[in-house]
């Protein structure tokens, strides 16, 4: 750390991450149990713990990053979604089914559905806002500006894309809806910028999502095949078979393994393009993620979920983010002393879409 | 005594070397361009690992660092501002098992007893449409019978007969479906299905008018609609406990519960007494429900003895699965029996019911 005597100016960032795996293990123990005592209900306390943890263990520039989000904010977000989003939703849809002539009522539910795939983007774009505005470092908090709806449609855009492409578009609408985050993400009053042009991709990102195609190719094949073989197509009825189904989970368990091998690199090869990607004032970012990183990290959290009956699925997913925290360079200093405050405390409540519709996926 | 700490005042992200005094009332924190005082009541301790950090609520941005030691730690002891934690986090945990243990007095004490109110002040007419929707979506899986429109004409004086007498509030009708199972099943809205299985397992058409008295207590009684909304309301409930299993699915899983009415003992009961009522009422003989039951029971154990898969244990007719007090239930309609003053169907009516499937 380069630091004056009082402490402002320039300020090396090297990123690092110093979570036990033993601490994870022992938060994933006793938040289950208070997740399963409270009817489920500890579990926006349980995801505060985590982060408070977290962000706790991750320091920039040996100062570490501070999650201020409590429970009860999640748990209010989520009541708000459920009453005021989720519970309409799924009323119109089964009032449309049950009280309307079908062809109103097909319109009213697929009317329903786009609406549901738009807030799939919203919600995930509000849950990003809540998180930055909750963390801080050095006494400053993140921020994401931008309009969640704008977002949302946006991402519902690039999703028809993407399937009228036969997936084509996936990676590219990746790399858009990040730079669309970022362009608008600050660090108190001092923007983050995200630069797609294509002088910046300089990744092999769409040569190694060919590799990650053949492999899911190769998946379904596998998948079809063993369906065949086991006469699952000749005879529906045999999926009550519990031997069969038991064949075809394991044969498919055994192809998964051999698919992290070929989406791994397509995978590390987004999380270097998207760190590069990234810049805050005068700090580059750069990842060293590699394909090998992704493979070792799969087969090892796989170990350690088995081997912990389950406990220790946040263990794993630490483990993912503490790899790319040390995989993680950062060039370029910041002069601490001109950056502000940011400018909104951000939503009183948190994420409750995302609970809602299910798509938090994991910390 | 002065302690040496780091502050960071929450407007700028520089950090400020600063000394920190600790007093009765509080904290000092004094440095370059910092001078500010931190009252007891306001302080709160952010982090513990690695060092102390504590906040203040009047400065929310705002952080003060100070290492570990014998001199920190006696002082931060006697603010009470270490421990104050722990108890507030055993009063959270004990607050959501309670929470907990309400939601679960919702769902399996509330909802029921909402369900039977709701119903009842559901309009009929909304009750009507949701039973001819959910009906059409049945008959989606269970195919109507293509020409059972004789059997429909020839039943239709033995279903006036029993409308007149139940009175059960809706135009009962009665729709002949393809379906092994001996099984018949009352929609909301007073659409009664009745599988072909049915109408071959029972021996004559004093049965018949028994099994549809049955059901037709079910409509006067909106069974359907009471299990409808404990059904959606347990649905949404899990949802809000166990946090979204996504709305695609919870529609679909919704749909399936509403497919599939199941209805309670209770309510089997009811409809049990008011069908022994509505058979008396029409001169039929309320014995002939229990030999209905004897021939529904014969039907399972014949398909009991094969039985090669789990699954086909799903298809033991629905009157059966969900009635475990079959016997007492026999027992309470035979003790009910009548001399009949009435005959339900001629001979030739009940032939042609018998061929409503073909």
Known sequence: MTMSAEGGGAVALNVENKSSIGQFLWIGFYSSIFTLLTLTLFRFWARTIVRRRLWADTTIGSEPLEYTGRGMELFIGFLIAIFTVMLPLVCAILAAQFLLDPIPAAIVITVAYLLIYVLIGVALFLARRYQLSRTMWRGVRFEQQGSAWSYGLTAFGYGLLTVVTFGWFAPAMRLRLERRLWNKAFFGDLPFAYDNSPAARTEPVYLSYILAIVGVFLFYGLMFGAMYVLGLFADPTAMADVEKVAQLYAILFGGAFVLIFFVAWHEATMIRQITKSISLGGVAMRSKFSAWDIIQLAFTNLLLVIFTLGFGALAAQMRVWRKVCRRMEVDGTLDLARIHQAASRGPKSGEGMVDAFDISGGV | ?358
């Open chain 2, 1 to 358: 005594m002065a302690l040496r700490g780091r502050f960071h005042d929450g407007e700028t992200a520089t950090e400020h070397l600063v000394e920190v005094t600790f007093d009765a009332d509080g904290v000092e924190i004094v440095g370059a361009g910092v001078r500010t005082y931190w009252r007891r009541q306001d302080l709160q301790l952010i982090d513990r690992a690695g060092g102390w950090r504590l906040g203040a609520s009047t400065a929310p941005d705002a952080r003060l660092m100070l290492a570990k030691s014998a001199e920190t730690d006696a002082a931060l002891r006697s603010l009470g501002v270490v421990g104050r934690d722990a108890l507030r986090g055993g009063m959270l945990v004990g607050g959501l098992i309670v929470a907990g243990l309400a939601l679960a007095g919702l769902v399996f004490v509330a909802i029921p007893l909402a369900a039977e109110p709701l119903a009842r002040m559901t309009p009929r007419d909304v009750e009507a449409r949701l039973g001819d929707n959910l009906g059409k979506q049945v008959n989606v899986f269970m195919r109507p019978c293509p020409s059972a429109r004789a059997a429909n004409d020839a039943l239709a004086p033995l279903l006036e007969r029993l409308e007149t007498s139940a009175a059960p509030g809706f135009d009962v009708q009665v729709t002949f479906v393809r379906a092994k199972v001996p099984n018949a099943f009352a929609m909301p809205g007073g659409r009664v299905m009745v599988t072909s299985g049915l109408v071959e397992t029972l021996d004559d058409p004093e049965q018949l008018a028994a099994v549809l008295a049955h059901e037709i207590g079910h409509v006067a009684a909106r069974d359907g609609m009471v299990a409808l909304y404990r059904n959606a309301g347990l649905g949404i409930l899990l949802e809000i406990v166990t946090g979204g299993s996504g709305v695609a699915q919870q529609v679909v899983l919704l749909g399936g519960q509403l497919a599939e009415l199941r209805y309670t003992r209770g309510q089997e009961e009811r409809a049990d007494v008011s069908a022994i009522a509505t058979m008396r009422a029409s001169g039929y003989d309320p014995a002939a429900l229990a030999r209905a039951f004897e021939a529904l029971k014969a039907f399972k154990s014949d398909e009991d003895r094969p039985a090669p898969s789990r699954l086909r244990e799903l298809n033991i007719p629905e009157w059966l699965q969900s009635h475990p007090g079959i016997d007492r239930r026999i027992a309470r309609a035979r003790a009910a029996a009548t001399p009949a003053t009435a005959v339900p169907l001629d001979p030739e009516a009940w032939r042609i019911v018998k061929r409503a499937c073909g």
